[in-house]
């Protein structure tokens, strides 16, 4: 899958959250519930691992689960979101961080609404997976009552 289809912030050093492209249902399949991110500073990988093996060859995985809040249509059906938790991998090779989820706990969010989503990964006061509909404005005061970044962020398909 090529890096050019993912979506993620310019600057990782200024922010506590990294947005990426939600994987289309057909990627969703080809991955078997593996969802990839694009992760390059030193610091932004120590957000999620303390230590990085120095062996280049073998990913890692991070000890803690991460929770997963799916946001709906409006900020009002975030009372009512699925949640979901998920091991966080990353590969050195490729510098990228894979969110694996357990196949029974997947909730059905794969549809076609949230073909060009992106999702928000955020570690301030807790971890956080949110995922945002392309219309940033609608889902923005709730990011900030979370206390994550709002960075606007489009996504377009090349």
């Known amino acids: 899958m090529p890096f050019s289809d993912h979506i993620f912030l310019s600057d990782l050093e200024k ?7 939600f994987l289309s249902k ?10 990839t991110g694009i992760v390059f500073s030193d610091r932004a990988k120590s957000i999620f691992f303390d230590e990085l093996s120095q062996d280049e060859s ?10 997963a809040h799916y946001i709906k249509r409006s900020i009002d059906d975030y009372t009512k979101a699925q949640q979901t938790v998920f091991s966080v991998i990353y590969n050195k090779r490729v510098q990228n961080i894979i969110l694996k989820a357990d196949r029974e706990q997947m909730p059905d969010f794969v ?28 889902i923005k005061p709730l990011l900030e009552k979370l206390s994550l970044a709002t960075t606007v962020v489009e996504y377009e398909k090349v």
């Open 26 to 35: 057909r990627e969703v399949v080809i991955q078997d519930c593996e969802y």
């Open 58 to 67: 073998s990913d890692l995985y991070l000890n803690t689960k991460i929770s």
């Open 111 to 138: 549809s076609p609404e949230y073909e060009n989503s992106l999702f928000v990964i955020a570690k301030k006061n807790s971890d956080y997976f949110v995922f945002v509909e392309k219309n940033f404005s609608k």
């Open 15 to 21: 922010f506590d959250s990294f947005a990426f492209k």
